[in-house]
């Protein structure tokens, strides 16, 4: 019970409820001028934190994606490369499906886009700006060409300087970025609530919501007949033993708590998953494949801009969003909303959103978050098939690659 009350998803739904009610008694208040000095405070915090977050973002970017690619660098090999391949085309197709679904559903949800009758909010008191280090695409391409260029030199150092930064990233993440957003949150959701936005969208979050879960079963169900037909071999003897980890990759929201369980749940697979690619495969999978996490995402940022500023961006903006997206899903951080923390430059950079539509999608994706990592580590049981399929059929020889957990 202890570990409900103190989980992120239980303190973002906090500070939504209490940002609504806060935001119905400043509404109700604003009469005798007491409601409108409440939102001066309101807006003015949302817009330091605000900052301070997305100062973060290139960190994030330049923390997680280079030090991963230093990683796969030393263990280069072309059953590594299958990997990337298979792991990066499933991100990608899932994030297109997930698109195609969105122009077709979205504009039949009962979404109420106008402003009219919504009360205007204060201006920001106190402006206190906190431009970022760079810009995220530079962040991206600096992140790149480094772990690219470590791995070409066997720069060592550099490369141990690009892992110890990553954990002090990830401090930062952790111990900053993540506790902050409730309280970010929870001011976000009482302007809305001040201005009348949220009370009319709530029944539009909880459908797009049951939504996504159904677009996450449907994608597993492509990606282990896909595999199941290339491997040659039954997807229903790995599904069956996958229930463990799907239950536990709800309940934690993290692959990397949930890897030791996957990999029970996989050896219990053999055949028709190999052992060796089974220690070689899920491990890895567990980093780089969130086929679930950017199907979720896709289908959001479509539904909030619908919602905050009338109408979906154009089909050319979501399919580069949809393929950078699979790009920045590898070097997501391991935390709650790895991956839209790891892509609000994206959010911001390409589709435009401002504050308010940033702080809706970190809500709304974290409180499915859990579902989102579940399909994650569950697919990544096809993609090992597929793998095992792929070494089967060039005649590689099993390798014994063990790993202790």
């Not at 609504?20 to 109700?28: E, K, P, S, T, Y």
């Not at 790149?144 to 110890?164: R, Y």
């Not at 479509?302 to 699979?326: A, E, H, K, R, W």
Request: with cysteine; net charge negative; hydrophobic share 55%.
């Amino acid at each position: 019970m202890k570990k409900i009350f103190t989980s992120l998803p239980f303190k973002l739904l906090v500070g939504v409820v209490l940002g609504i009610i806060a935001g119905q008694l400043a509404g109700l208040e604003s009469a005798e001028n007491a409601g409108g000095a409440v939102m001066n405070v309101v807006v003015t915090v949302r817009f330091i934190l605000s900052e301070l977050i997305n100062f973060c973002v290139p960190l994030i970017v330049i923390g997680f994606i280079a030090p991963s690619i230093t990683r796969l660098g030393k263990n280069a090999s072309r059953m590594l490369g299958v990997a990337l391949f298979c792991a990066y085309m499933s991100s990608i197709l899932a994030a297109l499906l997930s698109m195609a679904a969105g122009y077709g559903i979205i504009p039949h949800l009962s979404i109420v886009s106008e402003i009219e009758g919504l009360k205007e909010l204060p201006e920001v008191v106190f402006q206190l700006e906190i431009p970022e280090i760079m810009s995220v695409m530079s962040a991206l391409v600096l992140s790149v060409l480094l772990g690219l260029a470590c791995t070409w030199t066997n720069a060592v150092t550099m490369t141990n300087l690009l892992e110890e930064f990553q954990k002090i990233v990830l401090q930062i993440v952790t111990r900053v970025v993540i506790p902050l957003l409730p309280v970010f949150i929870g001011f976000t959701f009482c302007a809305l609530s001040y201005e009348g936005t949220i009370t009319k969208q709530l029944p539009v979050f909880i459908q797009v919501v049951l939504i996504v879960i159904v677009g996450h079963y449907l994608w597993m169900a492509v990606l282990y007949i896909f595999a199941g037909i290339y491997s040659r071999s039954n997807p229903l003897d790995v599904v069956k033993n996958y229930g463990p980890a799907y239950i536990t990759a709800v309940g934690t929201m993290s692959s990397a708590a949930t890897l030791a369980v996957a990999l029970r749940c996989a050896k219990k697979s053999e055949p028709p998953l190999r052992d060796d690619m089974v220690d070689f495969g899920i491990p890895l999978f567990a980093n780089i494949h969130l086929c679930g996490s950017v199907l979720t995402e896709v289908f959001f940022v479509m539904t909030v801009s619908q919602i905050l500023y009338g109408t979906m961006p154009d089909v050319g903006t979501m399919i580069l969003f949809c393929l950078l997206l699979g790009v920045f899903a590898i070097g997501a951080p391991g935390v709650p909303g790895g991956t839209v923390m790891a892509s609000l430059g994206l959010i911001t950079g390409v589709l435009g959103f401002d504050e308010t539509g940033t702080a809706l999608m970190l809500t709304i994706f974290a409180l499915q978050d859990s579902f989102g990592t579940a399909c994650n580590i569950t697919g990544d049981g096809a993609l090992t098939m597929i793998l095992s399929g792929y070494a089967d059929r060039h005649n590689i020889k099993e390798q014994n690659l063990r790993i202790d957990l």
